[in-house]
């Protein structure tokens, strides 16, 4: 058997046998995919009245393998076996002196048949289901004896380790035959990635992760003596959690004289919050020295201490040596580290404090499951059932109620949102960030584990980098504000969309006119309108700044909102709300694409005029709420821009006609081709795409959330409008998707929380190979095999031999095939549908794949290679600070730029302060405090409230005055973004010279850094001599040429004066162009203007730089 052969005989060894009793089938080709979804939490609070059938069930399914002897079966070592004998030996001279005449048992249990039954049955644990039955075994175990059977190979595994390393195995399985987590035929080079260069350990694993003080876990001396140690000296008997002095049974600590304390604390801590959190989790682990991360150091003594830096890769994985009584060790438990082989304690010590230790428990989220507000107990008939349900969540918390099926029992309700500063609920903490999770653990370490005077200040138990929801989410509360629930901030602006599109629609039905006999529509439209659809992030929950309704819109007034009541502001920060509407068929519309266009225009004047005759009629205000309409309402020729219900609108039409004459050109030109991709790209392929998200942000809650953040990190490294926003959606799209089979539960699993999806999200753009891979996006599973290894073939082909060619970013969507407008965007998204119903008339091997969200220039490779080591950076400062388990707010360094590292670009330009509406998303001092409210000091504000409050209150010089009973002119800009209509200008002109960067947000700066080919010396040329100057200081005959950044810097300087303040050249970087390509670099610009200077003015100032120039 070769080495290949014996490694997937033991993956499948592994995989298949049910070590743990817990698999639902017996199939051997699902057991393992069961059981990595089972888990101990898993079972619900009716299985706490009997817990021997527990057990007994566990026990008989249980795995139990003996290693057979050299030429002899197992089932001939078993009966070979001396020890076998013995107990069976035992069995029968016991069962003669406890049975009775007729069989019958005397009253206790029959012992076990067989030496196997009797590990089976040590081995396996009911505590995990109950907390009031004591057992015997602290937890289950998988069973692998010697031939002897007297020593069980596998005893010191725990329960967490089996289920994971089972559906690994079942996973390296599936990509040793070659195939993905979704069973799709996958390369050997894919394969052996997968299974032995990616890594997934612990601190990436989980979705939340807890730290437990141990130095407030009172020390327990043992069973027989059950006073707690370390209470302010004083034994206390009555239960450390509780403030009451009543006597309550402890659930933990029967096992300190056998284990050691800190060994039964770490057992015990996973145990109970199993119980309690039940299929709110689908996996817990604790922390140990053989799962953490092989590439980092954990503590600052892994860099000095040789010792304990080899201890991080020792996978004991929860394996502790039993003490010998009387040991010599410093802690209870573990024996003296005085050779190589002595274990470490789980306990991991805290970065700030090295004295102090911390237990950090690594949590899996069921997202469906964890929002649920009530646990109900187990009838109230049920004596043993309600003593446990009382024991586990406190006679305080799990009180009487009666429910609407007239049942009474015991329940507990987690409906409380308490916040404070250093835990603040915030409004999508229960969606993105498990919060009734969190709650649930803070009260069951409490009320057990911990004790209140122990606890050090600013220890709280609660989720790292949990604090990073306030850049995206505001705080719970119950008066809350209509600027701290972005979800609510979504749906509403959703509502309006409901509501305008049924405006649409109605008001554009054809109907007949009595007094002449013609039709007509009530919008005055020839055709009615057929379909609206949705195109603006806002209308799939992931706008990182969800507009608020604007009172001089449509909206409500700005006092209802908690703003300034006498100022409003005459702007919409940022992008109208993007929506496209189709009309019925017609064979009216033009056969020129010249008059289609005009058609097309002609559409949105008569909408608008339809619009504007209706509010001056007031004919049927009842039926249609016509007051909604406020504000201007501009038309252009491609679109319109009106104001309803607060929200600015931005109106476009689709006409299928104008793609069907495209596509019918026999010789269609460069420009007809281009323009069919982009009314394609545009209309058919955004309302497509805008579905496909939109299902998946539904299906996985905090999937939105994290396009959120990663769009607020992109901002912050000033990469906005460099990386597309439906790329952003895909790659976290991916993320979510890319398992979604009940076979790898445990394995590629969806993050449920909204850090742990971004921190996915920074390593898939830092470790993916985007020059040899394309990263396919499949939600609904609507790209077959075949599509795939197509996909594949044409990705290579665009690359080239040379790797060097195509799209720096290939992603692939299930629309991005050439003959996607033939479909309808209903049939990409919703339920699996086969690959004939999507593919009405094309095989698959005729159809030509190709990204729609990214192009051959769009993101440059200089751009996403800064964006994978941003990424890279930034994922690893998150990690480390989760090590670290910092509880400030160090986890803002990712989104944020060093003063440092504006060092690095070319030029900066930097913006009036007037364009700035929120300074708290800068890029280099970010806003990241979460502060009392001066008017409300029982009121939390965090970043993304006091963000969106600045963007609603506008730019201080567009503000208008509001007067009681007096109606003012009110004309509001619908788009106001000048620092982007800038930028767009500057990428324009001069983007072959260089790349230009902000943040969108708080564009406080213009980056700018050279491309190294504007400074390559070339032959004169006529054509392109603008922006150019001789290499030399003087011309000469073939002399050659290069680029004039005194020249274009200055004209930059013009296009940017009413925007830009002043500008700076980076000096060190201009200098090395120049020496590279053997350029005088003496005369070189200083700066181009300054503030202080009228715009009329602009100097140039040329001198010989000096070393004052350079600092």
């Known amino acids: 058997m070769g080495c290949v052969q014996a490694f997937t005989t033991f993956m499948k060894f592994w995989s298949e046998n049910d070590w743990l009793g817990e698999d639902t089938s017996t199939s051997s080709s699902s057991s393992s995919s069961t059981s990595a979804r089972t888990t101990a939490a898993a079972v619900g609070v009716g299985s706490l009245s009997n817990p021997s059938a527990v057990h007994e069930r566990k026990a008989k399914k249980k795995s139990a393998l003996v290693i057979p002897d050299m030429g002899r079966t197992e089932s001939q070592t078993i009966a070979h076996c001396a020890q076998a004998r013995c107990y069976l030996d035992d069995i029968r001279g016991g069962s003669n002196n406890t049975d009775h005449a007729d069989g019958s048992s005397s009253g206790a249990s029959p012992p076990p048949k067989t030496l196997l039954d009797c590990y089976r049955g040590n081995y396996t644990s009911s505590s995990s289901f109950s907390s009031s039955v004591d057992n015997d075994c602290h937890h289950d175990s998988p069973i692998l004896l010697d031939p002897s059977m007297t020593l069980n190979y596998l005893a010191r595994l725990s329960p967490s380790f089996v289920r994971e390393s089972r559906a690994e195995a079942y996973m390296a399985l599936r990509y040793i035959h070659g195939l993905d987590v979704d069973g799709k035929e996958g390369g050997g080079g894919w394969a052996f990635r997968k299974l032995f260069l990616e890594t997934n350990r612990f601190w990436t694993r989980y979705d939340a992760y807890v730290r437990v003080q141990l130095s407030a876990v009172p020390r327990i001396i043992g069973l027989a003596n059950t006073s707690l140690i370390g209470t302010s000296g004083v034994n206390k008997r009555k239960h450390h959690g509780q403030g009451n002095a009543t006597s309550q049974k402890r659930v933990w600590g029967n096992d300190v004289d056998d284990i050691g304390y800190e060994e039964s604390v770490c057992r015990s801590v996973v145990e109970v919050l199993a119980r309690a959190l039940g299929d709110r989790i689908t996996s817990i682990r604790a922390f140990t020295s053989g799962n953490g991360n092989i590439r980092a150091s954990v503590s600052p003594l892994?860099?000095?201490?040789?010792?304990?830096?080899?201890?991080?890769?020792?996978?004991?994985?929860?394996?502790?040596?039993?003490?010998?009584?009387?040991?010599?060790?410093?802690?209870?438990?573990?024996?003296?580290?005085?050779?190589?082989?002595?274990?470490?304690?789980?306990?991991?010590?805290?970065?700030?404090?090295?004295?102090?230790?911390?237990?950090?428990?690594?949590?899996?989220?069921?997202?469906?499951?964890?929002?649920?507000?009530?646990?109900?107990?187990?009838?109230?008939?049920?004596?043993?059932?309600?003593?446990?349900?009382?024991?586990?969540?406190?006679?305080?918390?799990?009180?009487?109620?009666?429910?609407?099926?007239?049942?009474?029992?015991?329940?507990?309700?987690?409906?409380?949102?308490?916040?404070?500063?250093?835990?603040?609920?915030?409004?999508?903490?229960?969606?993105?960030?498990?919060?009734?999770?969190?709650?649930?653990?803070?009260?069951?370490?409490?009320?057990?584990?911990?004790?209140?005077?122990?606890?050090?200040?600013?220890?709280?138990v609660t989720f790292q980098l949990r604090n990073m929801i306030s850049l995206i989410d505001g705080v719970s509360s119950p008066q809350s504000s209509?600027?701290?629930?972005?979800?609510?901030?979504?749906?509403?602006?959703?509502?309006?969309?409901?509501?305008?599109?049924?405006?649409?629609?109605?008001?554009?039905?054809?109907?007949?006119?009595?007094?002449?006999?013609?039709?007509?529509?009530?919008?005055?439209?020839?055709?009615?309108?057929?379909?609206?659809?949705?195109?603006?992030?806002?209308?799939?929950?992931?706008?990182?700044?969800?507009?608020?309704?604007?009172?001089?819109?449509?909206?409500?007034?700005?006092?209802?909102?908690?703003?300034?009541k006498r100022k409003v502001s005459g702007v919409n920060v940022g992008s109208p709300i993007l929506i496209q509407i189709r009309f019925e068929g017609s064979s009216k519309w033009p056969t020129s694409l010249n008059a289609m266009g005009a058609a097309k225009c002609a559409m949105l004047l008569q909408l608008a005029d339809g619009i504007e005759k209706m509010k001056q009629e007031r004919g049927n205000v009842a039926e249609y709420d016509l007051n909604s309409f406020d504000g201007p309402i501009d038309v252009t020729p491609t679109y319109l821009d009106v104001g309803y219900r607060g929200y600015s609108w931005r109106i476009i039409v689709r006409a299928d006609e104008e793609l069907r004459m495209l596509r019918t050109l026999r010789n269609p030109t460069a420009e007809a081709s281009a323009l069919r991709l982009s009314l394609i790209n545009r209309h058919v392929r955004g309302a497509m795409h805008h579905s496909l998200i939109h299902a998946v942000h539904t299906r996985h809650p905090s999937a939105s959330s994290v396009v959120r953040l990663a769009h607020r990190w992109l901002a912050s490294h000033m990469m906005s409008d460099m990386i597309s926003h439906e790329a952003i959606e895909l790659i976290v799209a991916k993320i979510y998707t890319e398992s979604t089979g009940k076979s790898t539960a445990l394995v590629n699993t969806p993050p449920s929380t909204a850090v742990a999806g971004f921190i996915r999200f920074l390593n898939l753009i830092s470790s993916h190979d985007w020059v040899r891979e394309p990263l396919i996006v499949d939600p609904q599973n609507h790209i077959t095999a075949n599509d795939r290894a197509l996909i594949r073939a044409q990705f290579s082909n665009v690359r080239g031999p040379e790797w060097s060619r195509g799209p720096a970013m290939y992603i692939i969507s299930p629309t991005d095939y050439d003959t996607v407008e033939d479909m309808e965007g209903s049939k990409v998204v919703g339920e699996e549908v086969s690959a004939m119903q999507t593919i009405p008339s094309a095989n698959a091997t005729e159809k030509n794949w190709a990204p729609s969200a990214t192009s051959n220039s769009f993101p440059e490779k200089v751009v996403l290679t800064r964006a994978a080591a941003l990424a890279k950076c930034s994922h690893d400062h998150l990690i480390a600070c989760i090590m670290r388990g910092n509880t400030g707010n160090s986890w803002i360094a990712a989104f944020q730029e060093s003063s440092q590292s504006l060092s690095s670009f070319s030029a900066l330009l930097r913006v009036r302060s007037c364009f700035i509406t929120d300074s708290g998303c800068s890029s280099t001092n970010a806003d990241s405090s979460i502060l009392c409210a001066r008017s409300k000091p029982d009121q939390l504000l965090v970043p993304f409230e006091r963000s969106l409050r600045n963007r609603f209150a506008g730019p201080n010089e567009l503000r208008k005055k509001l007067y009681k009973n007096l109606v003012l002119e009110r004309d509001t800009i619908h788009e106001w973004n000048p620092v982007l209509s800038l930028v767009g200008t500057l990428r324009s002109k001069y983007n072959q010279y260089a790349v230009f960067f902000y943040n969108e947000f708080a564009p406080e700066v213009i980056a700018m850094v050279w491309r190294p080919d504007a400074f390559k010396p070339r032959p004169f040329s006529v054509g392109a001599s603008n922006l150019t100057r001789p290499v030399a200081e003087f011309w000469k005959d073939d002399s050659f040429i290069i680029t004039n950044t005194e020249e274009l810097m200055a004209e930059v300087g013009y296009l940017a004066r009413d925007v830009v303040s002043n500008l700076k050249v980076g000096w060190s970087l201009l200098a090395h162009f120049y020496a590279d390509n053997d350029v005088d670099s003496s005369f070189l610009l200083i700066q181009v203007f300054d503030d202080k200077k009228p715009h009329d003015a602009i100097e140039i100032t040329k001198r010989t730089r000096t070393a004052d120039d350079e600092e």
């Open 482 to 564: 209509p600027f701290s629930d972005s979800l609510a901030l979504h749906k509403n602006i959703m509502t309006a969309f409901d509501s305008l599109a049924d405006f649409l629609r109605q008001n554009s039905r054809t109907a007949t006119e009595h007094a002449l006999g013609k039709k007509a529509s009530t919008l005055g439209l020839p055709l009615a309108i057929d379909t609206v659809e949705p195109l603006s992030p806002c209308l799939r929950y992931s706008e990182l700044f969800p507009p608020v309704p604007h009172p001089l819109l449509g909206g409500v007034s700005a006092d209802v909102l908690g703003s300034d």
């Open 302 to 460: 892994d860099e000095t201490d040789e010792h304990v830096a080899t201890n991080i890769i020792a996978d004991s994985d929860q394996c502790h040596v039993i003490p010998i009584r009387g040991s010599t060790s410093h802690t209870l438990g573990y024996s003296a580290r005085t050779g190589d082989r002595s274990p470490m304690s789980p306990a991991l010590q805290l970065s700030d404090d090295m004295i102090e230790s911390c237990l950090v428990v690594g949590l899996r989220i069921d997202p469906n499951n964890s929002r649920r507000i009530v646990d109900r107990g187990p009838p109230a008939e049920d004596v043993l059932g309600s003593n446990a349900f009382v024991t586990l969540w406190g006679e305080q918390h799990a009180q009487l109620r009666r429910f609407q099926d007239g049942a009474i029992v015991r329940a507990v309700v987690w409906n409380n949102t308490p916040s404070s500063t250093e835990s603040a609920q915030f409004s999508g903490m229960d969606r993105s960030m498990g919060g009734i999770v969190e709650r649930i653990v803070q009260h069951i370490v409490k009320l057990h584990f911990t004790y209140g005077k122990l606890v050090k200040a600013k220890r709280d």
